[in-house]
């Protein structure tokens, strides 16, 4: 069977644009179902990319890089858990807060360890790994199955997620604390160990997502979706100031339009990563300004937002600190 | 009630379950609880007995690790113990139903059961398991419910039963009940206080919170009263009336009447249309039923129909037609959000002058949200999705809230400090929070404080708002202030229609004893006023016609002063009244609630 249409390329293109927004949305899922509103997705992303490559670059090992990634996004999740939950913090204002953070902070460090701004040299990363069989299915098996090791363990926890929510002990606790959390501490639970892990989590799910921005694969072709430039292959895998562009907002999109579960959050992703990769395959064919071609992925998500977000609902708790009486 | 348990074990020779000693506790200036002291015996039900704000509810934070007492001593079976978290109450086996569930719609009953606790090895959740142990204890102590059903979809009062049983899954064998009976119908009580008996069978003590004199007398062994943050004494259940327990839980004679005073002052009765009051009692079983949901009556509201009921009746003008300030709303599938689409036109009328129509709400997943719906729909604050609203003959339906408010339609909504007030406004802002750019209040677009001020300073000495400064923060008031504020303003302008969510809602009895009277003054004014109330008593206490809403719609209208208890009970449990009158505008239609059909209830006349 031949990919006449060359829907093969498309599924690859959309997974990796998808499999970041589907880390962080995520990510999104566990802060947001502990009870506290996670708007700092895209500076927790950034922060990761950036500490990701600064790992991979003094060690040489992309496993490295994966560790210090995982590690700031842990510590910017507990900064955000600390703020928001210990210290009752507006949450918005805390995410804000670390956003701007991410971009200022990322930008000057990208000074002071590598002597210039802009890009970073390349690092190692995480290249494709084949899965023999498996991508050997007709169209779809190389474009799912030939992808680096981080969209693997995407694959693996969308549903480790449902598992944990609803079969744990540790997420029939987190979705009651989202939802109302005085009956959590009258059972004896603490709200805050329970927002406290929510949070961290988000933190290190965000970070997967930012390390496989800065330390995937498909860097190139989303840099040039996004500027509309086409890089050389010598920029894949490396960190670029504010390479996350938008897309721990366009995942809490995903989270809401996805209501709150994994599997449709993944849903949403998987469909604003389509939009991305029409815009990066297909983009040059439609007869109107790339510019606006190029905000496509953006206003799909603001429509899908308009038309179905005003129904989800969300976390009853969510964005509320919690005070004892 | 009839089935009252013969055996009453009442205090046990040895040592107390629990015991209370010399408990105070100070929020600031204000003193809570002032050297309480109590004991509750071994399967015994004791009832904590006292107004809004006396201090019960504290008290028993305090016991169950939400407070921590300045000072005193709490012991069980005669040990003192330390209570600094519910964790504390739950290892001493102490159990609370909190006034306010705390539950969590989106889980299974289960899921709430067992949250904290669950079955399961390695960290895991075993859902079997907990909905099997749910079932088992539900089975054991006569508590009906399905552990699999969602809570956020289950009536009131099988909500209440996920409470104890999340007690009973913790194995209390203290209880202790926080103002149980406040959301239910006299169905559910009674379903209550029978499970509450097999309870105590079983060897379980219980504490049980509320105002209201009558279950008390019905459901305790003894009774504590508390005034002002003390104990004033306690007496035995049975042989203590009434009276005798409104006197001691207000201080003073507490006047067991309503609105029967303002009788003689209703509207013209057209008397060749009314047919003698008493003649048509409700059947042998609305009867008996009445006189035993009379006990559930509060203290401004006990008995005080019955006198009355049998006088002339103020029926509205009916066949005299449409009065000026009549409202008419026709709930085509009335009101936003969680209310349900009814079925058909059926317009209901807050026809004529000088009327109280309540509605009551019945079986809803959450406490009053269809009441609140609909008192919102009415109001213009938030868009009905179907139906029309007329106010004095004139479609209103696309016309907002102020535009409403403009054409004489009053809005007490049911939450004053979001709702009713600007928290961080002086008083004298709310009240002219409405009117503020209308002479004399400003001018060519320039507020005028001396004005508002003036205007504020008068509101609050005729509505005797305390402290009486129109510069108080509105949010420094306390509850009844608040709303006797938000009342002054809807009142102003003698508007036609009054619309009054649970306007007495958590506010203390003097407050609502002036409330009321000023909801009947506007009565006898000649306004039509619909109040939507959760509390039977107030209903009775007000009300000439009765609305009930169960599942969003409405189930069904009662006269006031034939409806009882059973009749209002089994509507609000969603039992709709049946047949329903054909006639769709009820100003035509014969008097609703006329005559007794064979099963007691009216017939099906009643204009919906």
Same mark, same amino acid.
């Given at each position: ?71 700031? %996004? ?43 701004? %802009? ?58 604390? %989202? ?107 439609? /007869? ?26 969300? /976390? ?10 | ?15 107390? &379950? ?9 929020? $600031? ?35 169950? +690790? ?6 005193? @001593? ?35 009953? #289960?899921?709430? &059961? ?20 749910? #079932?088992?204890? *539900?089975?054991?102590? +006569? ?35 926080? @103002?149980?009976? #406040?959301?239910?119908? =006299? ?98 079983? $609305? ?80 406490? $009053? ?13 938030? =868009?009905?999705?179907? $139906? ?25 909504? @049911?939450?004053?400090?979001?709702? !009713? ?7 004298? @802002? ?8 209308? =002479? ?27 402290? *009486? ?56 004014? +000649? ?27 409405? &189930? ?17 449990? !969603? ?27 009216? =017939? ?5």
């Amino acid at each position: 069977m031949d990919d006449v249409l060359g829907l093969g390329p498309l599924l690859a293109s959309t997974i990796r644009f998808a499999t970041p927004l589907g880390f962080a949305a995520l990510g999104g899922l566990f802060s947001e179902r502990s009870g506290v509103v996670n708007i700092a997705l895209e500076g927790m992303m950034l922060i990761s990319a950036f500490a990701g490559v600064v790992g991979s670059y003094a060690s040489g090992s992309a496993l490295v890089g994966l560790a210090t990634g995982l590690a700031a %996004g842990l510590l910017i999740g507990l900064v955000h858990a600390a703020v928001s939950v210990s210290l009752q913090a507006d949450q918005i204002i805390s995410g804000t807060a670390i956003n701007l953070l991410a971009l200022g902070g990322t930008g000057f460090l990208m000074e002071t360890v590598f002597g210039s701004g %802009g890009t970073s040299p390349r690092v190692s990363a995480f290249d494709p790994v084949r899965i023999p069989g498996l991508a050997d299915i007709p169209i779809i098996g190389e474009a799912l199955f030939n992808q680096s090791v981080l969209v693997y363990l995407l694959y693996l926890l969308v549903p480790l997620t449902v598992f944990v929510l609803r079969r744990t002990r540790f997420g029939l606790r987190l979705r009651a604390t %989202g939802e109302v959390p005085e009956a959590v501490d009258t059972a004896g639970i603490s709200v805050v160990r329970m927002r406290y892990a929510g949070v961290a989590l988000s933190g290190m799910l965000a970070a997967l997502g930012g390390v496989y921005l800065s330390m995937g694969v498909a860097l190139s072709g989303m840099l040039a979706a996004l500027g509309g430039v086409y890089l050389s292959m010598s920029l894949l895998s490396a960190f670029t100031e504010n390479m996350t562009l938008g897309r721990g907002f366009i995942a809490l999109a995903a989270l809401i339009f996805g209501r709150w579960t994994p599997v449709g959050a993944i849903g949403a992703a998987l469909l604003f990563g389509l939009a991305q990769a029409l815009v990066v395959t297909r983009g040059s064919d439609v /007869p109107i300004p790339q510019e606006f071609v190029a905000m496509f992925p953006y206003v799909l998500t603001i429509i899908a937002l308009a038309t179905f977000g005003g129904r989800a609902v969300a /976390p009853a708790a969510s964005g509320k600190p919690y005070r004892k009486e | 009630m009839e089935d009252r348990a013969p055996h009453r074990q009442g205090t046990a020779a040895d040592t107390p &379950v629990l015991e209370m000693r010399g408990v105070t506790k100070r929020f $600031g200036a204000v003193v809570a609880n002032d050297d309480i002291s109590l004991s509750l015996g071994r399967g015994e039900v004791l009832g904590l007995l006292g107004e809004n704000g006396a201090g019960k509810s504290t008290l028993m934070k305090i016991l169950f +690790g939400l407070y921590t007492a300045d000072s005193g @001593e709490v012991l069980v079976d005669g040990a003192p113990v330390r209570i600094a978290s519910p964790r504390d109450a739950v290892d001493l086996r102490i159990g609370m139903v909190h006034q306010h569930f705390v539950l969590v719609g989106p889980l299974s009953v #289960a899921e709430n &059961v067992v949250l904290g606790a669950e079955p399961g090895a390695a960290g895991l959740f075993d859902r079997g398991a907990a909905e099997q142990r749910v #079932a088992d204890l *539900a089975a054991r102590y +006569g508590l009906a419910v399905d552990p699999s059903a969602r809570v956020g979809d289950l009536s009131v009062g099988v909500q209440q039963r996920v409470e104890i049983l999340k007690a009973l899954y913790r194995e209390a064998r203290i209880l202790i009940l926080d @103002e149980p009976t #406040a959301v239910l119908t =006299p169905q559910e009580s009674h379903e209550l206080f029978r499970v509450l008996r097999g309870l105590v069978d079983q060897g379980l003590s219980i504490i049980l919170i509320t105002h209201k004199l009558g279950e008390l007398k019905q459901a305790a062994d003894r009774i504590t009263v508390i005034r002002d943050g003390r104990v004033i004494a306690t007496v035995p259940g049975a042989g203590t009336s009434e009276g005798e327990l409104a006197r001691l839980m207000v201080g003073r004679e507490v006047k067991l009447a309503g609105r029967r005073a303002a009788a003689a002052l209703g509207v013209t009765t057209d008397a060749a249309e009314e047919p003698a009051g008493g003649a048509d009692a409700a059947g042998p079983g $609305g009867a008996t039923a009445a006189g035993a949901a009379t006990a559930g009556g509060g203290a401004t509201a006990a008995g005080a129909g019955a006198a009355a009921r049998a006088g002339p009746a103020r029926r509205g003008p009916r066949g005299r037609g449409r009065r000026r300030c009549g409202g008419r709303w026709r709930p085509g599938g009335a009101a936003a959000g969680g209310v349900r689409e009814d079925g058909g036109e059926r317009p209901v009328r807050l026809s004529a002058r000088g009327l109280v129509v309540a509605g009551v709400g019945g079986a809803t997943a959450v406490h $009053g949200v269809d009441l609140v719906e609909l008192a919102a729909a009415l109001a213009g604050t938030r =868009p009905a999705r179907a $139906g029309v609203v007329e106010l004095d003959g004139q479609d209103v339906s696309r016309l907002g809230a102020a535009q409403r408010g403009e054409r004489g339609l009053a809005y007490i909504p @049911e939450d004053r400090s979001t709702k !009713g007030l600007v928290r961080d406004f002086t008083v004298a @802002e709310n009240m002219t929070v409405k009117t503020f750019d209308e =002479p004399p209040f400003s001018r060519l677009g320039w507020l005028r404080p001396g004005a508002i001020r003036r205007f504020a300073a008068r509101l609050v000495q005729a509505f005797d708002v305390r402290p *009486a400064d129109p510069d108080a923060r509105a949010g420094s008031l306390s509850g009844g202030n608040q709303q006797k504020a938000v009342v002054a303003r809807e009142l102003t302008g003698e508007p036609g229609v009054v619309i009054a969510a649970q306007p007495t809602r958590g506010v203390d009895v003097g407050a609502i004893e002036f409330l009321h009277a000023r909801l009947l003054a506007e009565r006898d004014r +000649g306004a039509a006023i619909l109040l939507l109330s959760l509390e039977l008593d107030e209903i009775r206490a007000l009300a000439d016609r009765i609305l009930v809403i169960a599942g969003g719609r409405f &189930v069904g209208e009662l006269d006031a002063d034939r409806a009882t208890d059973e009749q209002l009970g089994l509507l609000m449990a !969603g039992r709709e009244m049946a047949p329903v009158g054909g006639a769709l505008d009820p100003g035509d239609a014969a008097a609703g609630g006329r005559g007794t059909a064979a099963d007691g209830h009216p =017939p099906g006349s009643a204009p919906l």
